[in-house]
């Protein structure tokens, strides 16, 4: 296994830089593990992809404006925070820039000069303990911060961005980034679903900033994913349990799902209640035990998402995908296109 076997090439144009006029107006690759054979279809399409019984697992975790632009109060020096989680003592994990400018006891304001914050330590891996003089935090962020568009979207965020880089189901907040192959679905798309006999259903994983760290390691076993918090309920954990007793699928909502429901399996294969951090690496070859299609966008070269992927399709049928995806100019990454692998 090597990493050089997971880089391909993708043309720039190829990258979206802004989400299609209505969310299911995206296209969606239907991939069939069994046959190799591709459909070029709209995500609309996707309800006749769905059968009575299946079950559809969503991420209801929800971005954070979590983007706080302020200065040093020593010397009025810019500084820009990525705030990934509350820590255990009340303060932040966060990601900063400029990073040697941040040192323990260095100053820090933000938004009108009524929001301050003091760097308490430099962590591993580029992250800082922050402490801010605030209590509730989330509701300023609301207030003073910006969405964090992936660093492959190269422009600022816009009013349009506050609705299209959240999910319509979006309701726990604690995420950096979008669960992207949800941002497809609306309001219509799912009632038609659940008309059809589907059951929807929620798990959460709070997206980190890792999911857009390559993987660097030329043996790519040897790469560490950042933890994230999430959680399957026992309502969600029985309904699925019935869902395949009774012959229907487990249709995952993309990479965040799947790691999601992988993490609660237990070592006999049973899905479990399950309530913390993980950090499972799923990479080839891998035997699923939650799940049985999935829905997801088209990921970054040698990034641990296409890793999860061709761990469930293939690396030989996942790179056919994608150089069909590219010859047929769909749109890659977050603001892009979806595919379906069934």
């Not at 400018?101 to 009524?114: A, C, E, Q």
């Not at 509701?139 to 299209?164: K, T």
């Not at 929807?200 to 390691?217: A, D, N, Q, S, Y």
């Amino acid at each position: 296994m090597k990493l050089v076997d997971y880089d391909f090439n993708l043309p720039e144009e190829l990258i979206a830089q802004h989400p299609t006029p209505e969310r299911d107006q995206s296209r969606l690759l239907l991939v069939d593990r069994a046959t190799g054979s591709l459909q070029h279809l709209h995500f609309r399409n996707i309800v006749d992809q769905l059968e009575l019984g299946d079950a559809l697992v969503l991420n209801q975790t929800r971005v954070m404006s979590a983007r706080l632009i302020g200065y040093k109060a020593d010397t009025g020096g810019r500084v820009e925070l990525l705030l990934i989680r509350p820590l255990p003592t009340g303060d932040w994990l966060s990601m900063g820039r400029p990073g040697r400018g941040l040192k323990p006891g260095t100053r820090l304001v933000f938004g009108d000069g009524s929001l301050g914050a003091q760097v308490v330590q430099r962590l591993q891996g580029g992250r800082f303990q922050i402490h801010f003089d605030v209590g509730d935090l989330q509701c300023r962020m609301e207030e003073i911060g910006e969405i964090p568009l992936p660093p492959y979207i190269r422009r600022s965020p816009d009013v349009v961005d506050q609705d299209r880089y959240q999910t319509v189901f979006a309701d726990r907040p604690g995420a950096v980034a979008a669960p992207t192959a949800g941002l497809h679905f609306t309001p219509e798309l799912i009632a038609a679903i659940e008309a059809k006999g589907v059951t929807v259903l929620k798990v959460l994983l709070h997206v980190g900033p890792g999911t857009f760290e390559p993987v660097r390691c030329d043996d790519p076993r040897e790469h560490q994913l950042e933890a994230e918090y999430c959680e399957i309920d026992a309502k969600t954990v029985e309904a699925l349990k019935r869902c395949r007793e009774a012959g229907g699928r487990v249709v995952a909502v993309g990479t965040t799902v799947v790691r999601t429901l992988e993490s609660g399996v237990d070592s006999a294969g049973d899905l479990q209640v399950f309530k913390g951090f993980a950090n499972k690496f799923i990479y080839p070859p891998y035997q699923f035990g939650a799940v049985d299609a999935l829905v997801t966008n088209f990921h970054l070269p040698c990034s641990s998402l296409l890793f999860l992927v061709a761990a469930f399709v293939g690396k030989d049928q996942l790179f056919a995908a994608y150089r069909e995806a590219v010859e047929r100019a769909y749109r890659f990454y977050s603001y892009g296109d979806a595919m379906m692998i069934c």
